[in-house]
RNA sequence: GGGUAGGUGGCCGAGUGGUUAAUGGCAGCAGACUGUAAAUCUGCCACGCAACGCGUUGCGGUGGUUCGAAUCCACCCCUGCCCA
C-alpha cells in the first residue's frame, strides 16, 4: 500500500516538490493544512476551506475523544461525514496536549492519564486506544501518541523520554488494523544527537511518513532551524516529512528548505480570530487607527473573499464592534494568504528558484511597507 | 416655592478622614499569539518633562475644620424625582 501515497517528484536544493496521494485528496507539497482542532476550522464553512483549495486540514484526537467523544463520531459515520469534509483529514493523537496540558496529566511507559481541562475527569490515552480513537474517526493520516518535550528538558530527561516515545510509536504500529495511514513522530528535543537517534530508530517501523514534533515550543527560531536541520537529513528521502505545528511565514521557508514537505499550524486562524492579518508586506493588525479611513483592501492583489470585497476600514469596523464576521473574514484571508505562500513556494521549487523566492519574500514580510492610509 | 436623592478622571461606577493620581467595567491606544483549555491574553490610558523617575493639577464651586479631606462643616451652583 506504500507505492503511491507519496512521492518527490521534483528538487531544488533540499527543498522538494512532492504529491501527497489518498484516495480521499491529493495534495501538492509542501503543504500547509489548516488547523480544525474540535471538527471545524474555526470560523470557516467547509465550503470556504475547500475553495481556498486546501486538500486537507488536520483535527485532535484529544479534544474529540472528550467531545462529542469517538464513538459517537463512529456512529454519525466518521469524521468526514460528522464535520462535511470530504477530502484529507490529519488527527493528531493528543502528544501535543501531553505537552500543552502538562499540569493536568501524568506520564507512564503505559501511556498518559489526563484530568479532562472540561470536568476535570480522569482518561488514559495509550498507544493501542489512541489508534482506536483515530480509527473511529477514519482520518487518513493518524499520529501516535508522542510526548512533546519542553524546549529546556535536560538530555538524560529527552533520551529515557524518547525510548518511551519510540516504543509508543511502534505499539501504534502494531494496533493499526485499518489502511489509515500512520506516521512515526520524531522527537528528541533541542539535541542533535537524539533527533539523529530518533529518526534513526523510527525509520526502521513501516510508517508512511515521518513528523517531527517538539519544535517552535518556546525556543528561539535560530535554534529551531539548526535543530531541523540536524532531523531532516536522517529521514528517509522517500517519505512525507510533516513539521508538526510550524508556522509562520518565514520558518515555513527556512524548513521547505531543509526539506520539510508538511505543516499545520493555528497561526494564521488564531491571529485572524484577534484582528491580526497576514500580508506579503508583514502582519496587519486592524484595529490600528491608522485604518480607520482606509478604503484600500488588507492586501492589494489577494484574490480572497476578504480582500475582493472589503476595505481595512469596514473589517476594522467589524473588530471594533466585535461582530463575528470580523473573524470569519479575517480567517479567510489567512489562509489564502497561506495557501498562496505554499503554492508559490511550490512554483518556486518546480523553477529552481526557491532560494530567490524565499529571499524576496522574506525581504518584504520583515520590512514592513509604510502602511498606505 | 417645599421635600428628597445626588454631583468622582471620555462614559458608567467604587471609595465616606490617612498604604488615593484615586478599585472596577466600558470606550480608546498599542502588543502578543507556532501539532488551539484562545472570538483569548498582556501593557498603557489627568497634564508636563532631560520620563522605568520627577514635577504640577485633581473627586461641582468657594471658604473652613484637621498634622492630614474625594471623604467632616458652611454657603453657593447644578441635576433627577415627588408635592405645590
Not at 305 to 331: I, K, W
Request: overall charge neutral; charged content about 25%; proline content about 5%.
Amino acid at each position: 500500500m506504500e507505492n503511491n501515497f507519496f512521492s518527490v517528484i521534483d528538487r531544488d536544493g533540499d527543498a522538494r516538490l512532492g504529491i501527497l496521494k489518498t484516495p480521499r485528496f491529493c495534495a501538492d507539497t509542501p503543504v500547509f493544512m489548516p488547523v480544525g482542532t474540535q471538527a471545524t476550522v474555526k470560523g470557516m464553512l467547509p465550503r470556504d476551506v475547500a475553495d481556498i483549495g486546501f486538500p486537507i486540514i488536520l483535527s485532535n484526537t484529544y479534544h474529540l475523544y472528550l467531545r462529542p467523544g469517538h464513538e459517537l463520531i463512529r456512529k454519525m459515520g466518521g469524521l468526514h461525514r460528522f464535520m462535511d469534509w470530504r477530502r484529507g483529514i490529519l488527527t493528531d493523537s493528543g502528544g501535543f496536549q501531553v505537552f500543552s496540558l502538562k499540569d493536568l496529566r501524568s506520564i507512564s511507559d503505559e501511556g498518559v492519564t489526563f484530568k479532562s481541562h472540561i470536568d476535570g475527569s480522569s482518561h488514559f490515552f495509550s498507544p493501542e486506544n489512541v489508534i482506536m480513537f483515530q480509527e473511529s474517526f477514519g482520518s487518513d493520516i493518524m499520529m501516535p501518541i508522542d510526548e512533546c518535550v519542553p524546549p529546556d528538558a535536560s538530555f538524560s530527561y529527552v533520551e529515557s523520554s524518547l525510548k518511551r516515545t519510540h516504543s509508543w510509536a511502534f505499539r501504534c504500529l502494531k494496533a493499526k488494523t485499518t489502511d489509515q495511514r500512520l506516521f512515526g513522530i520524531v522527537q528528541g528535543g533541542m539535541y542533535g544527537d537524539l533527533r539523529k537517534i530518533s529518526a534513526e530508530t523510527l525509520r526502521e517501523g513501516n510508517f508512511s511518513g515521518f513528523s517531527i514534533g517538539g519544535l517552535s515550543v518556546g525556543e528561539s527560531k535560530e535554534l529551531m532551524y539548526d535543530v531541523l536541520g540536524l532531523t531532516t537529513p536522517h529521514i528517509p528521502f522517500d517519505k512525507p516529512r510533516y513539521l508538526m505545528g510550524v508556522g509562520a511565514p518565514d520558518d515555513i521557508l527556512e524548513a521547505v528548505e531543509r526539506g520539510v514537505d508538511m505543516f499545520d499550524c493555528v497561526l494564521p486562524t488564531r491571529t485572524a480570530r484577534t484582528g491580526t492579518f497576514l500580508t506579503a508586506d508583514g502582519k496587519i493588525v486592524i484595529k490600528n487607527a491608522v485604518h480607520k479611513y482606509s478604503a484600500e483592501p488588507v492586501e492589494a492583489g489577494c484574490d480572497c473573499y476578504t480582500c475582493a470585497n472589503f476595505t481595512r476600514s469596514y473589517l476594522r469596523h467589524l473588530f471594533m464592534v466585535d461582530e463575528m464576521l470580523g473573524p470569519q473574514l479575517a480567517t479567510i484571508h489567512n489562509l489564502a494568504f497561506m495557501y498562496r505562500l505554499m503554492k508559490n513556494i511550490r512554483t518556486s521549487i518546480e523553477q529552481k528558484k526557491f532560494r530567490v523566492f524565499k529571499a524576496g519574500f522574506l525581504e518584504r514580510y520583515n520590512n514592513k511597507a509604510v502602511i498606505k492610509q
